[in-house]
């Protein structure tokens, strides 16, 4: 295990352990504390555990937006293969 990774949230100073590299951790760390920050100025409140409690609502969110994409997105790459296959197959028909 590498040494702990100190992070800046919401005003609090985090020791972060585990296995992933200290520059990404400081990326993760300043996006919660975006996300915190917004929505403490949306919503005027000072109570940190209720805005991070919204600050990962909403990061969920953007997450299972980004995953219903992906799938939607597979989905449609899926369907445009298997006509592609379709009309490979047509034209080698014709030609045999």
Do not use: W
Request: contains cysteine; charged residues 30%; hydrophobic residues 40%.
């Amino acid at each position: 295990m590498s040494a702990p990774v100190k992070v800046q949230i919401f005003g609090q100073t985090y020791s972060i352990r585990g296995e992933l590299e200290e520059r990404y951790v400081q990326r993760l760390a300043a996006y919660v504390d975006e996300k915190m920050h917004a929505i403490a100025e949306a919503t005027s409140t000072v109570d940190t555990q209720k805005a991070a409690v919204l600050a990962a609502l909403a990061i969920a969110d953007e997450l299972h937006t980004l995953r219903r994409e992906k799938n939607d997105h597979e989905e449609l790459l899926r369907e445009q293969a298997e006509r592609c296959l379709t009309l490979v197959e047509r034209a080698l028909k014709q030609t045999a």
